[in-house]
């Protein structure tokens, strides 16, 4: 078992930045691929980014190229997600999840997820 607490969420203006952290329970941490989320309200929870277990490995989607990155310390059992240049259409609620076999960005491999940290941004 994992348990995952996202923190870090909160508002901010176009343009600035946020940084997310997520907080994993457990000795095992190394053992699993993490991955960030999102949800804006009406739509479905999509893809933001991946770190393999290592973190010699990191995948993002399009959108978030150039603006975000993720990071993990295996020795905090902490994953990170720093967002830069935000938009407003990066409003959403942001989940962290952990996966002990894939590194990738399909949802329903991640077996453990966290409660969401609300982002908002404001132009």
């Known amino acids: 078992q994992v348990q995952l607490v996202e923190s870090g969420g909160g508002s901010a203006q176009a343009g600035g930045s946020l940084r997310l952290s997520c907080a994993a329970s457990?000795?095992?941490?190394?053992?699993?691929?993490m991955a960030w989320f999102r949800q804006a309200p009406g739509k479905p929870r999509e893809f933001v980014s991946t770190i393999s277990r290592s973190g010699s490995s990191k995948y993002y989607v399009d959108f978030v190229k150039g603006r975000f990155t993720i990071s993990r310390d295996n020795a905090k059992n902490t994953v990170y997600l720093q967002m830069n240049s935000l938009k407003p259409e990066d409003t959403a609620v942001y989940y962290c999840?952990?996966?002990?076999?894939?590194?990738?960005?399909?949802?329903?491999?991640?077996?453990?997820w966290g409660q969401g940290t609300q982002v908002t941004v404001s132009s």
């Open positions: 999840a952990a996966s002990s076999i894939y590194y990738t960005a399909n949802l329903d491999h991640y077996e453990y």
């Open positions: 457990g000795r095992t941490f190394s053992t699993y691929a």
